[in-house]
């Protein structure tokens, strides 16, 4: 008798399977009985097209690429974590310990930019680029990566109440916001249609829009969010008017306060910038702090 068992899912979203081609029978009180392969189905006729139809196409076309065994001998149980091939609890230690970091470092940084000049080029005050970079980082407390952590938590958007809520659904889709990025006149091509990932979107916005664009897209998905947890705290969230013309004042006021800085460094003949000491001084850079009494 031929048995398949579905094993825990373990680094991955896929549940192992393992078939047992020499499985005694095991007897059951259950009334519902889990449903039995048969190593003989593999030779019917019918076999690849009701894969096909069961698998989506990729999962179908590595189903029927498993070599099957010609001959008529008996099938045995192979462990490939070792050189014996035999099950060790050694192996599967080392096994389990080997999906679990990989685990960890898949959920603790879903994307890895190698460059992220994309985002602290803009011309925007620090807490947007910080946003930007935990947007980037899959680090924002989205219903979605909340509910990770606690499954008791409502995942439903807290401004549309009609969706549930990743970063996507709030900085791309949601009702508000398309009305946002509609009203925002950046470029039509800013529309976001296409992809499946905010921080890929930001990225690729960042990388096609000119000028002072693409800092307007960054500070209009900071607002977003602002505008978001609002909502979520029982404030009154801001109308897509709003918070269109927010970014340019913001922008504005932010490019303003830059011009400020540099035109004071320019006149404060007082600045001084940092010097290397000359040969033979050393220079001890410290800090401190003294009480009143
Ligand atoms: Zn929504």
Known sequence: MTRVDHLDMLGSDHCPILLDTDATPVQTKRRNRPIRFEALWLRSEQCEEIVRRSWPQYDADEVLCIPLGRGDHEDTLIWHFNASCKFSVRSAHHLALDLYRRNLASSSMTKSYDDWKFLWNRRTPSKVKVFGWRLCTNALPTMQNLMKRNPGVDNVCPVCRTEDED?????LQCPVV?????LSDLPWRVIPNWCDDAADWLRHVSSTLEANDPDRALLIC????QNRNQCLWGMTGSTAEDIAANSMRILWEYGEYIQSLQQANRTDSSYSFWKAPPEGVIKVNFDGATFAE
């Open 167 to 171: 970063s996507k659904h709030i900085l």
């Open 222 to 225: 900071w607002l977003l969010w």
């Open 178 to 182: 398309r009305q946002v990025w509609a």
